[in-house]
């Protein structure tokens, strides 16, 4: 029975002040001496639990809620309380917690926020608060902070803007930092930015608790925006900030102007572009391909399809194809279909993968005929149209190539561009499938096919992890690359590990990042023994220690 381990940690809080702490609290775990030398006694059963004994009683009481608000708020109020044991026990009870931590129950739980509101994690920086930002982020913890998650809540998963309820991603996402990133749980914040919201819904709810004023735009979001990142640096010069579903407009823009200010990324573009690199490469694996002999369409061209085109070009770039051959290898098709130059309808951003129009073809140049034109041997759907992949442009994929790898990307389930049964079934059995969000097994001819689903939780939190450990000013996109190397080599042939094996993970991307950035010159020449104590020292272990005054 494991208990308090060799680590001895100096703690300045006792009595009920020590039991409110959810970052040191034991709860019944505490040891006699500690419960003596810390004012603990009578404020607890006399009963010393083990933390098994503790997993047990957290155990059966989850069980025990009946729904899945039940059951997320069941893990916020341990995770309000007994940090330790709340990652523990999302640890060692992975596949069935992460749906509560995480997506889909997440979602819901932001839909709920106002009413269900009972604890705060994080801060809240409303627009009117600009200029005492610094405060804010100084009222928010004393030590150093090493993750910043942080979002206005303009457009949630599939959900759209559901104002302050937003908060739950970033709270969600932080503690994914630190279950499978190992970063202490002191050291994340989730931020959220209160701009206001556009959902009438919630600005006519009297019960509504974030800002009741439409959301800004133009200069006053970016002179709000400046101020944040200002405080950011000043507050927490070391941390990494990841933007966080903000509203499709920002999001770019938001990564370009501050990528060189402030270390940042945006996990929509650049976490999921990584996964689907993981994913693709992965498949072509499986397929004895290259990802230059494929030739890709991406299916819907907004803020996801776009940033996974782009980065697919740029890989190819990357790995010594030029950019005239790479983007004429990826067709981008948004609601008018094929985007084509001198397209009645083109916008801006869907110039640079433009195509020379076809002959003989339409103003709109549909899936289906794009796929038979172009011969298309992958197809990715970040389009959010449910069943967008008809039975004709599945079995025309499966014409084109022996294999024909497809994504439909869109979440949730029921925004999928095919189900997986669709796909296998159209493509007899040859396509690789991942998707965005979990599906069963399919199984076709005798055979069973597991479907691989690309999360951006196998990549994020190794960054978190990597930045952490080493001291660095930016994130270039050669980090996720090298990320969505590193998983596809450590991926079974299923496309992605299984969540029980993603602390392990993490740490591999840590470090595959590290060796790069390292031979790089952005962080100080190490040898991979180095790097390897590096990140090992900063891991958080969800253990208790020994606590001395
Ligand atoms: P978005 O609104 O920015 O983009 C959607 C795009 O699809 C728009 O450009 C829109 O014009 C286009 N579109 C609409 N109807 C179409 C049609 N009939 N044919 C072709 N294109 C059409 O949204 P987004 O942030 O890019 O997200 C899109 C989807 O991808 C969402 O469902 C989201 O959940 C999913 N997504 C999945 C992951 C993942 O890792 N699995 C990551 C990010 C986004």
């Known amino acids: 029975m494991e208990n308090s381990e060799d680590k001895k940690v100096k703690v300045d809080v006792s009595g009920k002040d020590l039991l409110r702490n959810s970052v040191l609290n034991k709860g019944s775990a505490f040891p006699e001496e500690e419960r003596k030398l810390f004012n603990l006694e009578g404020l607890l059963p006399p009963h010393v639990s083990c933390i098994d004994e503790q997993l047990k009683r957290r155990q059966e009481n989850f069980h025990k809620?009946?729904?899945?608000?039940?059951?997320?708020?069941?893990?916020?109020?341990?995770?309000?309380?007994?940090?330790?044991?709340?990652?523990?026990?999302?640890?060692?009870?992975?596949?069935?917690?992460?749906?509560?931590?995480?997506?889909?129950?997440?979602?819901?739980?932001?839909?709920?926020?106002?009413?269900?509101?009972?604890?705060?994690?994080?801060?809240?920086?409303?627009?009117?608060?600009?200029?005492?930002?610094?405060?804010?982020?100084?009222?928010?913890?004393?030590?150093?902070?090493?993750?910043?998650?942080?979002?206005?809540?303009?457009?949630?998963?599939?959900?759209?803007?559901?104002?302050?309820?937003?908060?739950?991603?970033?709270?969600?996402?932080?503690?994914?930092?630190?279950?499978?990133?190992?970063?202490?749980?002191?050291?994340?914040?989730?931020?959220?930015?209160?701009?206001?919201?556009?959902?009438?819904?919630?600005?006519?709810?009297?019960?509504?608790?974030?800002?009741?004023?439409?959301?800004?735009?133009?200069?006053?979001?970016?002179?709000?925006?400046?101020?944040?990142?200002?405080?950011?640096?000043?507050?927490?010069?070391?941390?990494?900030?990841?933007?966080?579903?903000?509203?499709?407009?920002?999001?770019?823009?938001?990564?370009?102007?501050?990528?060189?200010?402030?270390?940042?990324?945006?996990?929509?573009?650049?976490?999921?572009?990584?996964?689907?690199?993981?994913?693709?490469?992965?498949?072509?694996?499986m397929k004895g391909s290259s990802l230059r002999d494929e030739n890709i369409v991406v299916f819907g061209g907004g803020a996801a399809g776009l940033g996974i085109a782009k980065s697919i070009c740029a890989y190819l770039v990357y790995n010594g194809m030029n950019e005239t051959q790479a983007k004429e290898k990826i067709c981008v098709i948004d609601r008018y279909g094929l985007t084509y130059k001198g397209q009645d309808k083109l916008r801006p951003e869907h110039e640079f993968f433009a195509k020379e129009k076809p002959a003989n073809t339409g103003d709109e140049i549909n899936l289906e005929e794009t796929v038979k034109l172009f011969k298309t041997t992958i197809l990715i759907g970040a389009s959010a149209q449910k069943d967008a992949f008809s039975q004709k442009t599945l079995e025309n994929l499966a014409n084109n190539t022996s294999s024909p790898i497809i994504f439909p990307l869109s979440n949730p389930d029921s925004k999928a561009e095919a189900t997986p049964e669709k796909i296998i079934n159209a493509t007899k059995g040859s396509a690789i499938?991942?998707?965005?969000?979990?599906?069963?097994?399919?199984?076709?001819?005798?055979?069973?096919?597991?479907?691989?689903?690309?999360?951006?939780?196998?990549?994020?939190p190794a960054m978190g992890l990597f930045t952490t450990a080493f001291d660095i000013k930016t994130i270039p996109d050669e980090f996720f690359y090298i990320a969505g190397e590193t998983l596809a080599e450590i991926s079974p042939p299923l496309l992605f590990p299984k969540f029980e094996h993603l602390r392990t993970a993490s740490k591999k991307i840590a470090i595959a990042v590290a060796r790069y950035a390292s031979q790089e010159g952005l962080i100080p020449k190490l040898t991979d023994s180095q790097i390897q104590t590096a990140i090992d020292q900063v891991f958080w272990e969800p253990k208790y220690n020994k606590y001395i005054k």
């Open 433 to 460: 499938v991942a998707t965005g969000t979990a599906f069963p097994d399919v199984h076709y001819g005798g055979k069973t096919f597991h479907i691989g689903q690309c999360n951006n939780v196998y990549i994020f």
């Open 65 to 285: 809620c009946s729904d899945n608000l039940a059951k997320y708020n069941f893990l916020t109020d341990l995770q309000n309380r007994n940090e330790t044991l709340f990652f523990r026990f999302c640890m060692e009870n992975v596949n069935e917690t992460l749906p509560y931590i995480y997506t889909p129950v997440v979602g819901e739980a932001s839909l709920n926020f106002s009413l269900g509101y009972h604890y705060s994690r994080g801060i809240y920086i409303p627009f009117e608060k600009m200029d005492e930002i610094e405060l804010l982020l100084r009222n928010a913890a004393k030590s150093e902070i090493e993750v910043i998650v942080a979002t206005d809540g303009g457009r949630i998963l599939g959900l759209g803007d559901v104002g302050v309820g937003g908060m739950t991603i970033p709270i969600g996402k932080t503690s994914l930092y630190t279950l499978f990133g190992g970063v202490h749980p002191s050291k994340v914040l989730p931020v959220f930015l209160d701009v206001g919201t556009d959902n009438d819904v919630l600005l006519k709810d009297p019960l509504y608790l974030g800002r009741k004023k439409h959301r800004k735009s133009g200069d006053d979001y970016y002179e709000f925006m400046d101020k944040f990142v200002t405080a950011v640096k000043k507050v927490f010069p070391k941390a990494l900030l990841q933007w966080e579903d903000l509203l499709g407009i920002h999001a770019q823009k938001v990564l370009d102007r501050y990528r060189n200010e402030v270390l940042s990324f945006n996990d929509d573009i650049q976490g999921t572009s990584s996964i689907v690199l993981a994913g693709l490469l992965t498949a072509l694996k």
